[in-house]
């Protein structure tokens, strides 16, 4: 039969550099959810803009050639 011994003076070393990994792990997720939310939010503002230019032109036609044209959802 074989035993082993735990090295219990060896254990907070590892705990701690275990922690400090998860805790970079976080920050750089965290990191990653802020820009994408930064970029999501500059896209919702992208398409914003251009759904009332499309509708700005779809009046225009409207007005020009008289014929109805689909409107934007």
Not at 3 to 31: D, G, T, W
Not at 33 to 59: D, G, M, T, V
Request: proline letters at 1%.
């Amino acid at each position: 039969m074989l035993f082993r011994s735990v090295q219990y003076h060896i254990l907070p070393a590892l705990l701690l550099n275990e922690a400090q990994r998860q805790q970079r792990e976080i920050q750089k997720q965290q990191e990653q959810i802020a820009s994408q939310q930064a970029l999501l939010q500059a896209q919702q503002s992208e398409n914003a803009e251009l759904k009332q230019r499309l509708e700005r032109l779809e009046s225009l036609l409207e007005q020009r050639l008289g014929v109805q044209v689909s409107k934007v959802q």
